[in-house]
């Protein structure tokens, strides 16, 4: 049986700045999805990271469904109007046009979708971070798929010694999807060269080259691309199939341990520490510190189990400790260098503009 595990997420508001989304906005969401999922959803499940809202469903209609994404776009409007209604900010924050169009992608929702062919078993992860772009996933998902120093199955598991093909997209590039395809182990140099450009190039989905079944897909939207202008980052969701022919749980969380740093952090515009957090986590420090999230599912016939938090163990409060000290120390350095994000990323109009005005006012000398 051919099951499509569909993830789409945005943020519509959130309570005291961009912390987390309200009860109430969770359940007008919830009640959305349920009103509407006769007939169409297998399964589904609501939760947020951060001051975002993801609806994670399965059904048979495969990936980019109309009804499907129209489903998940009336859910955040009705939710946009109660958070309009409550006050809440940034109301609506991710709805970036007014009317549907046949599929949410470019109208501002992150969505990662696979249709899958399900295993006897099939055990998946839906990780979601907030206060960060896409190009987030790129170094555990290089690590967790092409390096034997974090994926033990490269060199255990016979299933997975072919290794894994990469589909890495150019999200500079807007007018069409400009994507390569690369292998590893035999191309991790070229996947590393461009996967270290984590503003430009990220990882679209990852598939099993012993088998060719897909094992990863993400959320690769650049919402500043979408709208021209600074609405917020773009906050990916992943979904990953884990065991067997594809990585275990716990290689596919064990990069995460690193706290790598990312682009995202206060408005959109730092460098900060990626850190691991249960579910439901809010923001806090300097609205961050970027986080991610992670819940595994075991589903059967579509149905999904309840899900299981893996960033929910004393090991990883060990982790959050290390994080956090990694925050607290790019940001002792403030607006200087390396803890802000380059010219071309920074995320607000304001210092551009002040920055052509400074120009003008140089002069020459010898
Ligand atoms: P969000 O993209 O999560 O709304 O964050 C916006 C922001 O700029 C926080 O400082
Ligand atoms: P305001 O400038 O409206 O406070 O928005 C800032 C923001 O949302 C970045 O976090
Ligand atoms: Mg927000
Ligand atoms: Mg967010």
Same mark, same amino acid.
């Given at each position: ?76 409007? %009705? ?29 501002? !929702? ?18 979601? %971070? ?9 170094? !555990? ?56 450009? /984590? ?16 094992? %990863? ?13 600074? /609405? ?43 850190? !691991? ?15 991610? /999230? ?23 409060? %060990? ?48």
């Amino acid at each position: 049986m051919k099951t499509t595990i569909s993830v789409l997420k945005a943020d519509i508001g959130s309570i005291g700045g961009h912390i987390k989304p309200s009860q109430e906005l969770l359940a007008e969401v919830r009640n959305s999805v349920a009103a509407n999922a006769k007939g169409l959803l297998i399964d589904y499940y609501i939760s947020f990271t951060g001051d975002d809202i993801a609806i994670l469903c399965t059904h048979t209609r495969g990936v980019n469904d109309e009804k499907i994404h129209k489903l998940a776009w009336d859910a955040f409007r %009705a939710g946009t109007t109660v958070a309009k209604k409550a006050g809440l900010y940034g109301a609506g924050q991710d709805l970036l046009k007014d009317a549907f169009s046949g599929n949410v992608r470019g109208l501002g !929702p992150a969505v990662a979708e696979m249709e899958i062919e399900e295993r006897e078993n099939e055990p998946f992860l839906f990780f979601a %971070a907030d206060k960060t772009d896409p190009g987030a996933y790129n170094l !555990p998902f290089y690590l967790a798929f092409a390096d034997p120093m974090y994926c033990s199955g490269l060199i255990l598991s016979p299933k997975m010694s072919q290794g894994f093909k990469f589909r890495i997209i150019d999200v500079s590039y807007t007018e069409k999807n400009k994507i390569i395809e690369l292998v590893a182990p035999e191309e991790i140099y070229d996947i590393a060269a461009l996967l270290r450009d /984590t503003e430009k190039y990220v990882i679209e989905s990852i598939y099993s080259r012993s088998t060719g079944n897909q094992c %990863a897909a993400l959320s690769t939207q650049r919402l500043h691309n979408i709208a021209g202008k600074y /609405t917020g980052k773009d906050d990916p969701v992943a979904l990953v199939r884990v065991q067997g022919e594809f990585p275990a749980t716990g290689e596919v969380l064990a990069p995460f341990n690193i706290g790598h740093y990312v682009a995202g952090f206060m408005r959109g515009s730092h460098i900060g520490p990626l850190m !691991p957090c249960k579910l439901q986590t809010t923001i806090s420090y300097f609205d961050g510190p970027p986080v991610v /999230t992670g819940a595994a599912f075991s589903i059967k016939e579509g149905k999904l189990s309840e899900p299981a938090d893996v960033f929910d163990h004393p090991y990883w409060e %060990a982790i959050r400790m290390q994080v956090a000290h990694k925050a607290s120390e790019i940001r002792r350095q403030g607006f200087c260098g390396p803890s802000m994000l380059p010219f071309s990323e920074l995320e607000y109009g304001g210092v551009v503009e002040k920055l052509k005005e400074l120009d003008k006012k140089f002069k020459f000398s010898d």
